[in-house]
């Protein structure tokens, strides 16, 4: 079969089904992974699906939302990193906001045991890690539950974060971009991604590469609106450059065997301290609580 055939193919069992996976793709074409990724991108230049994380979603799928179980799955090695990258982040005796997304929940529980620390979150999940954690003052935040994220949403969590001041959010998003910022499928969680943003001095995203460019239905912010982005080696050296020059930091993770990638990292293994004059304490780097935007 040519690949304008598989590729015609691909598109009908995407449009049919709502959604198709690489690694069912391959078998089903018996052709490598590799060659099913091209074909997807090739679909998504021409306007015809969107790719996601593991697949495609048919064009104008923008509030596709892939569950909790298999978003864990997806990028583990990536997200590890990233989280172990971001504990250089956490605040000394500080409160940080922990938003509801896979990589956020990984940093939550990499958090050492001798940290101490308040946190407030609107995850299941994360709340569950972080309970008996001896050195954190746990505050969760009521609402709503979405069944597929497991995270508070709505007036009673909207109305929790506009009443308190954290020194960092560590938030996550389903798609990011210079044009069209951060973006999630859903508008509750886009509404109380965007108040806990307002209710932090520092903004932190974590988000694996393979999230850049996505976009879906829901936008909660600009990329201005980050002080730093944490994401793997896998992003572009152009897409790092134009983050940049919107005024956001970027740090990008090497993976096992590569270089130090552009934005100032660290070894793999070694949380990072990639700001100059500043001190790793227990897995974070002092004086980074302050972000360089005003946030008043």
């Keep these: 079969m040519y690949a304008p055939e598989r590729q015609q193919e691909i598109l009908r069992l995407a449009r049919d089904g709502g959604r198709v996976d690489v690694v069912s793709l391959a078998e089903e074409f018996q052709v490598t992974a590799e060659t ?13 699906v969107q790719r996601v994380h593991g697949g495609a979603i ?13 978003r864990e799955s997806t990028a583990a090695d990536q997200k590890d990193r990233i989280a172990q990258a971001a504990l250089a982040e956490l605040p ?11 990589t ?20 299941l999940p994360i709340a569950a890690r972080l309970a008996d954690h001896p050195g954190i003052q746990l505050h969760l935040v009521g609402g709503r539950v979405r069944h597929r994220t497991r995270a508070a949403v709505d007036a009673w969590a909207l109305r929790a974060y506009g009443e308190i001041r954290a020194d960092v959010l560590f938030v996550a998003a389903n ?36 999230k850049c460019g996505q976009e879906h239905f829901a936008r909660f912010g600009a990329l201005s609106d980050v002080d730093l982005l944490i994401t793997d080696s896998g992003l572009s050296p ?30 793999e293994g070694k949380a990072p301290a990639h700001a100059t004059g500043k001190v790793v304490v227990n897995g974070s780097v002092e004086g980074r609580t302050a972000g360089r935007k005003a946030r008043a």
């Design 175 to 210: 798609g990011f971009s210079p044009d069209h910022g951060l973006t999630t499928p859903d508008l509750a969680e886009a509404a109380v991604k965007r108040a806990a943003m307002a209710a932090a001095r520092r903004v932190v995203l974590l988000a694996d590469s393979s």
């Design 238 to 267: 152009e897409d790092t450059l134009a983050i940049e020059r919107d005024g956001t930091e970027v740090l990008r993770v090497p993976g096992t065997g590569t270089g130090t990638g552009t934005g100032t990292g660290a070894s």
């Design 92 to 102: 000394i005796d500080g409160t940080v906001v922990l938003d509801a997304g896979t």
């Design 58 to 70: 048919p064009a104008g799928r923008l509030d596709f939302e892939p569950d909790l179980a298999e």
């Design 104 to 123: 956020v929940a990984r940093l939550a529980a990499a958090i050492p045991l001798e940290a101490t620390l308040t946190a407030v979150t609107h995850s």
């Design 36 to 48: 099913i990724r091209r074909d997807l991108k090739a679909l998504d230049r021409a306007g015809l």
